[in-house]
């Protein structure tokens, strides 16, 4: 068993999305790069709405923000609610990433972030971050490879938030229940 303890929050980085242009039906899921390319084909001016969701197994305490470059570019929608990308809760990592507080819009189950704009030449469609102190599962789907000594693992892509554990072990690591 491994006994944990964050020195920082935790973060889940969320890069597959659907793009949605004006008057059009919505992308299937694709990675962040293909959805930026897939809006700056459509041009300057073109209206659009990208789509992330993550997914909470039960209440998550203390802060979770979201983090992303530029959030006052965008119009920024939280199971529904607006956040207004102007206040900020200053920088993680690099003065880049700003940090949007959204623990109060968070919900046990599916959560479901949108952002909508008008592309321009500045435009740039990125990841983004889920931050807090919590846990994150997946599912081990097998060995992916080894190299120089070390073992890479495949994960299912679906990803939990939970409570942050005090201890795991090698089957609470790898198991989304």
Do not use: K
């Not at 390319?37 to 802060?63: H, S, Y």
């Amino acid at each position: 068993n491994w006994q944990l303890q964050l020195n920082a929050p935790n973060a889940l980085l969320l890069d597959t999305a659907q793009v949605q242009l004006e008057g059009q039906p919505w992308s299937a899921p694709l990675h962040i790069l293909d959805v930026h390319q897939i809006t700056a084909r459509a041009g300057n001016g073109a209206r659009f709405c990208v789509r992330f969701w993550f997914d909470v197994d039960e209440p998550l305490a203390g802060p979770v923000n979201l983090v992303m470059e530029s959030p006052h570019r965008y119009a920024v929608v939280v199971n529904g609610q607006v956040v207004d990308g102007s206040q900020d809760q200053g920088w993680w990592i690099d003065p880049a990433f700003r940090q949007l507080a959204i623990a109060p819009l968070v919900q046990v189950g599916r959560n479901e972030v949108l952002l909508s704009g008008s592309f321009t030449r500045i435009t740039e469609l990125e990841s983004i971050y889920i931050t807090g102190y919590f846990g994150v599962t997946s599912c081990r789907l097998r060995q992916e490879n080894r190299l120089a000594g070390q073992t890479f693992d495949r994960y299912a892509p679906r990803f939990h938030l939970r409570a942050l554990p005090a201890a795991m072990d090698s089957v609470t690591s790898s198991h989304i229940p």
